[in-house]
C-alpha cells in the first residue's frame, strides 16, 4: 500500500519535493526527498508513510485501509482528539476524520517541515460545542521524524498521537520504557503490572499510567530498533489486535497484525487544561536506530 501511493498521479506540485495527490476520495501530500519519502493525509492531518532511504518503512499502513471521507485510516499516526476511546462518539474523536489546512510545506536538503491547522466549524460543533485550534508541525528527515500537536482553546480534552509501527514479526517485537503499571483494557479495565519487557503476545491494549519519558521498540526481524521519545504524555498505550480480532477486522488483512504494533504518546489519565493563551503540546519523536 504505502508503495502505491508515491506513484499516484500528481495533482499539484507545491515544491521539488511536495506534491499533492488523490486516493481514492482523500487528498495526500506526497514528500519525495532525496534522503527519505513520507506521505500525509489531509484529512486527519495524519502520517501514513515514513521511510529513510535504504531502510525498511518506519510506519504502518493498512492494506485494506478505506480511503474515504470521515473515515479514518487504519494505521499511520492518527490524531486522538478531543477525546481518546470511547468518551465520546465518535471513538478517539473527530480530529482524525476531519479536513485539515495545508498551511506550510517547507524544505531544505536535510528536512522537510509540514505545517497543518485545523479549527471548529458547524460539523463540529454538533458533535462538540467548543471552539479551539489545533496546530499539527512535522520535521521529517532521514535521521528522525517528529510531530507535535499544539492544542489551543478554553477546553479540556486528551489525546493520543496513536503511532502504528511496521515490525518484521509482532510476536518477536518488545518494547522497553513502559514503567510498570498499567491498565488492561483487554481484561476490562484491571490494573495490572509487568517486570521488564512488554512483548505482543495475542491481543495487547494496554494504558501504562506511569511511563518513561522514552520508549525502545526492539525488532529482531528487521534487525532495528526505534527509540520513541515523548513529550506533554502521561501516559503510553501498546496496542496489537492479535489474530481473533484482527480477522473480524474489515480494514486490516487477517495478517495484518503480525507486521505492525502501536505504541502510543497519550494524554488520557491527567487531561490537558488550555485557554486561547495558554495552549499544551503533545509531541513524538523517532529515530530508527542501528541493530
Request: glycine residues 6%; aromatic residues 8%.
Amino acid at each position: 500500500m504505502q508503495s502505491s501511493l508515491f506513484t499516484l498521479p500528481i495533482s499539484e506540485q507545491l515544491s521539488p519535493f511536495c506534491s499533492l495527490r488523490r486516493q481514492g476520495e482523500l487528498t495526500l501530500l506526497i514528500i519525495e526527498h532525496t534522503e527519505f519519502r513520507a506521505a500525509f493525509s489531509l484529512q486527519g492531518g495524519q502520517l501514513i508513510a515514513w521511510q529513510p532511504n535504504n531502510q525498511p518503512a518506519v510506519i504502518w499502513l493498512s492494506d485494506q485501509t478505506e480511503f474515504t471521507q470521515g473515515k479514518a485510516i487504519r494505521g499511520g499516526i492518527p490524531i486522538c482528539w478531543p477525546w481518546f476511546g470511547p468518551a465520546g462518539k465518535p471513538s478517539h474523536g473527530f480530529a482524525r476524520t476531519s479536513e485539515w489546512q495545508l498551511i506550510n510545506c517547507e524544505e531544505s536538503a536535510q528536512q522537510v517541515k509540514v505545517t497543518m491547522r485545523l479549527t471548529a466549524t458547524p460539523e463540529t460543533h454538533k458533535i462538540w460545542p467548543h471552539d479551539f485550534e489545533l496546530t499539527l508541525v512535522a520535521l521529517l528527515s532521514a535521521e528522525s521524524s517528529r510531530i507535535t500537536l499544539r492544542i489551543t482553546g478554553n477546553i479540556e480534552t486528551t489525546a493520543a498521537l496513536h503511532s502504528y509501527f511496521h515490525v518484521g514479526d509482532s510476536e518477536t517485537a518488545r518494547v522497553s520504557g513502559l514503567g510498570e503499571y498499567y491498565i488492561d483494557k483487554v481484561k476490562g479495565n484491571t490494573l495490572a503490572s509487568q517486570q521488564g519487557e512488554q512483548t505482543y503476545q495475542g491481543e495487547v491494549d494496554r494504558i501504562f499510567t506511569h511511563p518513561a519519558a522514552e520508549s525502545l521498540l526492539k525488532d529482531p526481524q528487521l534487525k532495528r530498533a526505534l527509540k520513541i521519545e515523548h513529550e506533554g504524555l502521561s501516559d503510553v498505550v501498546t496496542w496489537n489486535p492479535g489474530a481473533t480480532l484482527c480477522h473480524s477486522m474489515a480494514d486490516m488483512s487477517d495478517d495484518g497484525y503480525k507486521t505492525m504494533v502501536c505504541v502510543e504518546t497519550a494524554r488520557i489519565s491527567q487531561p490537558f487544561v488550555t485557554t486561547t493563551t495558554t495552549p499544551a503540546e503533545l509531541t513524538v519523536t523517532i529515530t530508527p536506530l542501528p541493530w
